[in-house]
């Protein structure tokens, strides 16, 4: 499976942005996505996962700011950010994670750079 990520740019502080990330192929219905950064000198860190379940989790950082969620039919995960702050500047992923006959898949997204600055 290919995930394709987009919707990265530049914004305020206090501005929203709306990533996406697009499946090839069908993979919501047994797959946990999330939505991963990492800033410069940084490890990459969670921001937010979907289960296939449709559970969601994030961390303490975005919480409230952040809403992670997927449209079916489009075969594409979605990442609503508000409030935006210059510490969410980063280049986020998408990743694709399940497992099948013991062996786990794991597929990333391409990333793309949110850059929050006035």
């Known amino acids: 499976v290919q995930l394709q990520a987009s919707g990265g740019g530049l914004v305020q502080p206090g501005g929203s942005l709306t990533l996406s990330c697009a499946a090839s192929?069908?993979?919501?219905?047994?797959?946990?996505m999330g939505w991963y950064r990492q800033a410069p000198g940084k490890e990459r860190e969670l921001v937010a996962t979907?289960?296939?379940?449709?559970?969601?989790n994030y961390a303490d950082s975005v919480k409230g700011r952040f809403t992670i969620f997927r449209d079916n039919a489009k075969r594409t995960m979605y990442l609503q950010m508000n409030s935006l702050k210059p510490e969410d500047a980063a280049v986020y992923y998408c990743?694709?994670?399940?497992?099948?006959?013991?062996?786990?898949?794991?597929?990333w997204g391409q990333g793309t750079q949110v850059t929050v600055s006035s």
């Open positions: 979907l289960t296939s379940g449709g559970s969601k």
């Open positions: 192929r069908s993979i919501f219905s047994f797959a946990n």
């Open positions: 990743n694709a994670r399940w497992w099948s006959s013991g062996t786990q898949y794991d597929y």
